[in-house]
């Protein structure tokens, strides 16, 4: 699972408590059609715990009767109904989808289609949908990729993490490094024209030379999206057990702005360009639609448990677990457990946030009096283009890539 689709996986959040019937305001939902809307459905299932992942996944053991994954899509056909009645008849005509998890592709492939029918039936799908799902190497073989484009999915990212045996395995992950050449070329033969690889940076154990390996071969593969990730510790995760008992060397800073610096180096070297912090494609068309809708404020609706949605300036979030969203859906109810709607102040704060990531940069526009004075600073110390903001953008440098949270922090400041 990327970092991006974390986004809208769920987390504990705080916030008021969500409507029995999942209403949203009037001033939600009056212009639901008119904005691009995008689908994201969380697949909590996977067949092992990779060590540093906090995400909402859960592996067969870990659940209960009432949640098993054969059952999974029948459950979810619960929250569209809830969705459709909240929207209204609005003609939605989605235009991304995107499966995340854990690993979506561990569901049967009848039910992958039959999700995709479920979606167009409830509020239609565009002819020119981008629909992505997810995919750890290991979980599929050269039939399921030529049965996923059959039924309609356009674009397959792949769990690769890292070139490097050692590094898999610090990492807890399952796949040979050998596997990923064979699922890109199978998922080229199957008709997939979208294929992304996901990598890590900064796993305990990884060289320098390691991670110039795998973006040695993830570039050898031809991919037309690369996502670079750095590697976060997150608290309750065995790799962060490890770190604190002292059995691995937690990240270091300086490191992993080396390895930054690799990544843009080598990828942009092979013709792919950054549009995002961490997301490099070969060409406009490559770009991720669905994750440049979060980036950019569109209205999107997560289903699944613990799955994030954001409607017209209200985001909500899911129960977490499996057995209690079920429950929910069971009784009729939305499986959403709070919301917070989002005032003038908060969605400006985020439009600075988010934008400044892309390459497209923010308009100067969008900042504050105070956020113009401080970016003309920004530019001074190297972390603005100058020629951005003569020309009305709030574009980043590379050093300003590495520091972003902090130029957020300044353009927003009081």
């Known amino acids: 699972m990327s970092r991006i689709t974390a986004a809208a996986s769920g987390r504990g959040l705080s916030g008021e408590a969500a409507p029995a019937d999942g209403r949203l305001p009037a001033s939600a939902t009056n212009l639901v059609g008119t904005r691009p809307f995008g689908v994201y459905v969380h697949v909590p299932y996977c067949t092992t715990r990779c060590g540093y992942c906090d995400f909402n996944t859960y592996t067969a053991t870990e659940l209960g009767p009432g949640v098993a994954i054969g059952t999974f899509v029948e459950t979810l056909a619960g929250e569209f109904r809830v969705a459709r009645a909240v929207l209204g008849a609005a003609d939605l005509a989605v235009s991304t989808i995107f499966l995340g998890g854990g690993t979506p592709t561990l569901l049967p492939i009848e039910d992958l289609r039959a999700l995709l029918r479920m979606i167009d039936t409830e509020f239609g799908i565009a002819p020119d949908a981008e629909v992505t799902t997810e995919a750890n190497p290991e979980s599929v073989d050269a039939s399921t990729l030529e049965q ?11 769990g690769m993490q890292s070139a490097r045996s050692h590094v898999l395995a610090a990492l807890d992950r399952r796949h040979t490094p050998g596997r990923v050449p064979d699922v890109v070329s199978w998922a080229r033969k ?3 024209n979208h294929v992304n690889l996901d990598l890590i940076y900064g796993s305990p154990g990884e060289s320098d030379r390691d991670w110039q390996a795998s973006l040695d071969a993830a570039v050898e593969l031809a991919p037309d999206h690369v996502s670079a990730y750095a590697l976060t510790v997150e608290d309750g995760t065995r790799l962060a057990r490890r770190i604190r008992r002292g059995e691995l060397l937690p990240p270091d800073d300086d490191m992993m702005a080396d390895r930054y610096h690799q990544a843009e180096q080598t990828l942009t070297a092979a ?13 406009e068309a490559s770009r991720s639609r669905h994750n440049l809708g979060y980036w950019r404020g569109h209205d999107w609706w997560g289903f699944g448990p613990g799955a ?45 946030m988010l934008g400044v990531r892309l390459a497209d940069g923010l308009a100067v526009d969008e900042l504050t009096d105070a956020g113009r004075a401080r970016a003309a600073t920004l530019a001074v110390d190297g972390l603005i283009e100058p020629a951005g903001l003569e020309a009305g953008r709030v574009l980043l440098t590379l050093r300003g890539r590495l520091l972003a949270d902090t130029v957020v922090r300044d353009l927003v400041a009081d």
């Open 271 to 283: 013709g792919l360009r950054w549009y995002e912090i961490s997301n490099w494609a070969r060409d």
């Open 308 to 352: 994030h949605s954001h409607v017209g300036g209200v985001r909500w979030w899911n129960v977490r677990h499996p057995a209690a969203y079920s429950a929910l859906l069971a009784e009729q109810a939305s499986p959403a457990a709070a919301r917070e709607l989002l005032d003038d102040d908060a969605r400006q704060m985020e439009r600075v």
């Open 190 to 192: 199957a008709g997939f």
């Open 148 to 158: 996923l484009r059959a039924a309609g999915y356009t674009r397959v990212s792949f």
